[in-house]
């Protein structure tokens, strides 16, 4: 069986990479849970300095795969069914070690709001970021409803979370939501640069500069799990339904 998170150490950096380039990365169960076991690891290690985050092939990910929206629906008949997806979510929001990540073409749905919670990300300038939950009917999540609204103006959020635009990479420079752009091929040499500099630095010193960093976690963690279950109401609607049932009958076209 395939591994669809491939996570490796490198001296100091943890490397997860989404193995799934067949369908552009798109995110599982288990993908969510391997993802956050690595968030944890780097965390819980005094040997790691920093996490890297990249994807296999031409995009970082599509998003969250439609097989993966049943245990968000979950959510909705159990209040402590508790998805993989929440657990990735609030690794990303403790997380005290660097986080940096390697952006090539599309970053989509979960992929773009856990850009929310990364560090440093360095994108080719082809890439493209996109929350299209109104386009399925669905709403934010990962936090993403509260804090772009915080960190980059209501305007914008509204662009990307109301209107759903795609957000190109220069766009997404000049907003302040990435590092840096570069040559399309080259996000991951300059994430990994990134990385190995953040190694060089005194590991604590940098970890309490992240945890002064974070932003309200009793409000902002209450908060995914708030929006998720809304997310799950969307999901039993009758309107979603009918945007995924549409999109599925086209794909099979």
């Known amino acids: ?18 193995n799934r380039a067949d369908k552009k990365n798109a995110m599982t169960e ?33 998003g969250n795969d439609l097989s993966s929206f049943a245990a968000v629906v979950g959510m909705k ?23 940096v990540a390697a952006v090539e073409g599309w970053c989509v749905g979960i992929g773009a709001t856990m850009m929310l919670h990364t560090d440093f990300i360095f994108a080719g300038e082809s890439a493209k970021f996109h929350m299209p939950f109104t386009q399925l009917g669905a709403v934010p999540e990962a936090g ?36 840096d752009t570069c040559e399309d091929g080259e996000a991951y040499a300059r994430a990994k640069h990134m990385a190995e500099q953040l190694c ?3 590991p604590q010193s940098v970890r309490d500069t992240k945890k002064l960093m974070q932003e309200d976690l009793d409000t902002v963690i209450p908060w995914t799990e708030h929006e998720l279950r809304v997310f799950a109401e969307r999901l039993t609607s009758e309107e979603m339904q009918q945007v995924i049932a549409a999109r599925m009958a086209a794909k099979k076209k």
């Not at 968030?39 to 790691?48: G, L, N, P, Q």
């Not at 008949?77 to 986080?99: C, F, Q, W």
Request: charge should be negative; aromatic fraction near 4%; glycine fraction near 6%.
């Open 1 to 18: 069986m395939t591994d669809h998170v491939i996570v490796e150490r490198d001296g100091a950096i943890l490397h997860a990479r989404m």
């Open 30 to 62: 288990e993908m969510y849970a391997k993802l956050a076991d690595a968030f944890r690891e780097a965390d819980e290690s005094e040997d790691i300095r920093v996490l890297m985050l990249s994807g296999e092939g031409d995009s970082f990910t599509s």
């Open 77 to 99: 008949a159990d209040p402590n069914h508790r998805p993989s997806v929440l657990d990735l979510i609030e690794a990303g929001l403790k997380s005290t070690t660097p986080v």
């Open 144 to 179: 993403a409803s509260i804090l772009l609204t915080r960190r980059f103006g209501r305007q914008r959020a509204a662009r990307m979370l109301i209107a759903s635009e795609v957000i190109g990479a220069m766009t997404a420079r000049e907003w302040g939501m990435i590092t």
């Open 200 to 202: 060089e630095l005194p």
